[in-house]
């Protein structure tokens, strides 16, 4: 199997200090972060910002900075956020893949998320894909449930998007496709053959679906916007935890960490 790509997710718009006092809110505090995990063996980083306030916000210069900051020191994949949170606009949402990262998330559907609805009807998603075309930016189609497959592969029917696309199931969301094996499965096989595919599971389900996709020839997403614990009711000691545990787990069951090269290389990415 291809050497394991592991995402991470180290803030996120939801988390507070609250919630995990090792959450990273300012720009060097999420740059430093994401350098450490990218230490342990991440070689993707799923940004989001805060702004002085802590607050979760999409404006491009607090994306470029924090970039600058990451870029500094690691050569680690940057895949921008458009989901921003669920109370921003389109154009919010869409102002870092300005900024022509190599990656942004692209959902492709609307979902209940918990109490709150997180809106993607498709003329808008339909922009969003434009957009990162035009900018050279790969799309990580982002799935809270199976339909939001069939809506990517109508964006390829349209000639806006072209196969093979890398897929992210997002599972475990209250009002999303639940964290549980056989429905990772339903999802794996409906994607089109050659795709590539990573897991984040939400909460409790991060480990064990993390553990399913090393095994099944996937890939995995950790960190504070999806979980903020290291075991139940132990609270992690950072992003960094949950990436070296996955790291160490794929090495043992026979598959060593991608290389942030490689990654490129696997998702198509290279030039």
Not at 44 to 67: N, P, Y
Not at 80 to 98: D, F, I, K, N
Not at 129 to 154: C, H, S, W
Not at 192 to 220: K, N
Request: one cysteine or more; aromatic letters at 6%; proline letters at 6%.
């Amino acid at each position: 199997m291809e050497p394991l790509i592991i995402t991470v997710a180290p803030v996120g718009a939801e988390a507070t200090r609250q919630d995990n006092p090792n959450l990273p809110l300012t720009p060097r505090e999420i740059a430093n972060e994401a350098i450490r995990c990218a230490e342990k063996g991440a070689s993707i980083i799923h940004l989001h910002v805060r702004d002085e306030d802590g607050k979760a916000t999409q404006a491009k210069e607090i994306f470029q900075g924090t970039i600058a900051l990451i870029k500094e020191n690691s050569n680690v994949i940057i895949q921008t956020s458009t989901g921003g949170a669920s109370w921003m606009t389109a154009e919010e949402r869409l102002q870092p893949v300005e900024l022509k990262p190599e990656m942004a998330t692209l959902t492709t559907g609307t979902v209940n998320f918990g109490e709150e609805i997180f809106s993607n009807p498709m003329p808008m998603v339909e922009i969003f894909a434009k957009a990162m075309v035009a900018q050279g930016v790969k799309p990580e189609i982002e799935v809270f449930e199976v339909g939001m497959i069939y809506n990517a592969l109508r964006l390829v029917q349209k000639k806006i998007l072209q196969l093979p696309l890398h897929f992210d199931f997002v599972m475990g969301v209250p009002g999303g496709i639940p964290g549980e094996a056989r429905h990772l499965l339903h999802l794996i096989e409906s994607i089109p053959a050659g795709s590539t595919w990573t897991v984040a599971g939400i909460g409790r389900s991060e480990l064990s679906l993390g553990m399913m996709a090393i095994v099944m020839g996937g890939h995995v997403r950790v960190g504070f916007e999806d979980n903020v614990y290291y075991t139940k009711g132990v609270l992690s000691d950072g992003n960094f935890q949950l990436v070296e545990r996955i790291a160490r787990i794929g090495k043992e069951i026979g598959r060593p960490v991608a290389t942030p090269e490689q990654a490129r290389r696997i998702l198509g990415l290279a030039q």
